[in-house]
């Protein structure tokens, strides 16, 4: 593997977004409870540049290259060649409790995460409490945040964190195992950490089962207040299909739809478009990488609510005319 800099860093935007939401409630918590707080984010990197990528795959009608490492904080760790000084490492104190913030960057791949000798026990998801449940392996998906709690309770020593690919369906993903470390205090560099145990890349019946243990907290404090009266009910078909395509490898290309529609992206902000009729645009979409390039998309237009709060702002005089 070639210097860091020479990877191409696949940076999703949500992912600040996430960071800024959880901070406040985490506050209140690290009062509360006196545990250490870390940010870690697992993603993919791509030897090459992630645009170029995606468009020879749209020439070609195959799916874009696979990346070529995951990795932890930015790092893909020492099972990669020439990658020793690469290595992620979280040092933590015998008997501290830590809350890890975990953020899946990576464009297409789920991930598993697990640490050594540890387990987790998850409190969070995408901003909102779960039932906390112990566990020794998380399931990620792009975009997605965990948070969880790490007793550091273990022999002190120096414990692989690791995180690798599900493959969800029979199709080659990056099957490289990402590794960071987490090292007790005053442990030298020399000890050789251990391996975390991470489920099978195809262990469907692991992600099956930690999906179905994600449970909101529903306490008296912070209720599951869900709407429980439908006004509208919509009916949707996802579908995947070909169209012709003269530069791809077999004349034909992939598309999905939403209703029979792929969605094509205009040339012109929906918002823009539609401002003086309709007054905000939602995306509904599949993860960006592959199906949303498919057309596996759509937009919810939704218009002004009574109150100015609930009403979308005329856009800035300044507004660039392209
Ligand atoms: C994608 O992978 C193929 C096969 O390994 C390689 O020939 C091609 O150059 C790669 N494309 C890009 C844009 O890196
Ligand atoms: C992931 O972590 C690394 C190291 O802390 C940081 O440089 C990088 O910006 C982070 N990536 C994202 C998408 O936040
Ligand atoms: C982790 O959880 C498993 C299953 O509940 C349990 O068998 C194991 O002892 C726990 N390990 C640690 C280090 O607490
Ligand atoms: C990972 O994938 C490569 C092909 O992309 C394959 O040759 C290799 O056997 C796979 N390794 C594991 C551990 O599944
Ligand atoms: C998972 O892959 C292994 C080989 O790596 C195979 O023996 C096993 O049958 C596969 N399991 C499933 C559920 O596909
Ligand atoms: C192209 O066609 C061949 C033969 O039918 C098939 O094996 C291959 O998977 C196809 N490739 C793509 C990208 O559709
Ligand atoms: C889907 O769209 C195609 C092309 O517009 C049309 O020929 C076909 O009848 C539609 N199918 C359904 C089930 O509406």
Same mark, same amino acid.
């Not at 992630?50 to 930015?74: F, R, W, Y």
């Given at each position: 593997?070639?210097?860091?800099?020479?990877?191409?860093?696949?940076?999703?935007?949500?992912?600040?977004?996430?960071?800024?939401?959880?901070?406040?409630?985490?506050?209140?918590?690290?009062?509360?409870?006196?545990?250490?707080?870390?940010?870690?984010?697992?993603?993919?990197?791509?030897?090459?540049?992630?645009?170029?990528?995606?468009?020879?795959?749209?020439?070609?009608?195959?799916?874009?290259?696979?990346?070529?490492?995951?990795?932890?904080?930015?790092?893909?760790?020492?099972?990669?060649?020439?990658?020793?000084?690469?290595?992620?490492?979280?040092?933590?104190?015998?008997?501290?409790?830590?809350?890890?913030?975990?953020?899946?960057?990576?464009?297409?791949?789920?991930?598993?995460?697990?640490?050594?000798?540890?387990?987790?026990?998850?409190?969070?998801?995408?901003?909102?409490?779960?039932?906390?449940?112990?566990?020794?392996?998380?399931?990620?998906?792009?975009?997605?945040?965990?948070?969880?709690?790490?007793?550091?309770?273990?022999?002190?020593?120096?414990?692989?964190?690791?995180?690798?690919?599900?493959?969800?369906?029979?199709?080659?993903?990056? #099957? !490289?195992?990402?590794?960071?470390?987490?090292?007790? %205090?005053?442990?030298? =560099?020399?000890? +050789?950490? $251990?391996?975390?145990? &991470?489920?099978?890349?195809?262990?469907?019946?692991?992600?099956?089962?930690? #999906? !179905?243990?994600?449970?909101?907290?529903?306490?008296? %404090?912070?209720?599951? =207040?869900?709407? +429980?009266? $439908?006004?509208?009910? &919509?009916?949707?078909?996802?579908?995947?299909?070909?169209?012709?395509?003269?530069?791809?490898?077999?004349?034909?290309?992939?598309?999905?739809?939403?209703?029979?529609?792929?969605?094509?992206?205009?040339?012109?902000? &929906?918002?823009?478009?539609?401002?003086?009729?309709?007054?905000?645009?939602?995306?509904?979409?599949?993860?960006?990488?592959?199906?949303?390039?498919?057309?596996?998309?759509?937009?919810?237009?939704?218009?002004?609510?009574?109150?100015?709060?609930?009403?979308?702002?005329?856009?800035?005089?300044?507004?660039?005319?392209?």
């Amino acid at each position: 593997m070639a210097s860091l800099s020479s990877f191409m860093f696949a940076l999703t935007f949500l992912l600040f977004l996430f960071v800024g939401l959880l901070m406040s409630s985490s506050e209140a918590a690290i009062k509360r409870y006196q545990f250490d707080i870390q940010v870690k984010n697992v993603s993919e990197w791509w030897n090459n540049d992630v645009e170029e990528i995606v468009k020879q795959g749209n020439k070609m009608g195959l799916p874009p290259n696979m990346s070529d490492a995951h990795t932890i904080n930015g790092k893909p760790g020492p099972l990669f060649p020439c990658s020793e000084k690469h290595t992620f490492a979280m040092e933590v104190e015998q008997g501290k409790t830590y809350l890890l913030r975990i953020i899946n960057a990576a464009l297409n791949d789920e991930l598993f995460f697990a640490i050594a000798g540890h387990n987790m026990t998850v409190v969070e998801v995408d901003a909102v409490y779960t039932k906390p449940f112990t566990t020794q392996a998380i399931l990620i998906a792009p975009g997605q945040t965990t948070n969880v709690l790490v007793h550091a309770n273990q022999v002190s020593g120096r414990y692989f964190m690791g995180t690798k690919a599900f493959m969800d369906a029979p199709v080659p993903v990056d #099957n !490289k195992t990402a590794t960071g470390i987490l090292q007790y %205090k005053n442990i030298p =560099n020399t000890v +050789l950490p $251990v391996l975390p145990q &991470l489920p099978a890349s195809n262990d469907t019946g692991f992600a099956l089962s930690y #999906n !179905k243990k994600l449970r909101s907290l529903n306490s008296a %404090k912070y209720p599951a =207040n869900v709407p +429980l009266n $439908v006004d509208r009910n &919509l009916f949707y078909t996802i579908g995947l299909g070909k169209n012709s395509c003269p530069t791809c490898l077999n004349g034909t290309r992939f598309l999905a739809s939403i209703n029979n529609v792929s969605f094509v992206m205009p040339q012109i902000a &929906l918002l823009q478009a539609h401002y003086f009729n309709i007054k905000g645009v939602w995306f509904m979409h599949c993860h960006l990488e592959l199906h949303t390039g498919w057309g596996l998309k759509t937009a919810f237009l939704v218009e002004n609510g009574p109150e100015q709060s609930q009403s979308v702002l005329p856009p800035p005089k300044d507004l660039p005319s392209c």
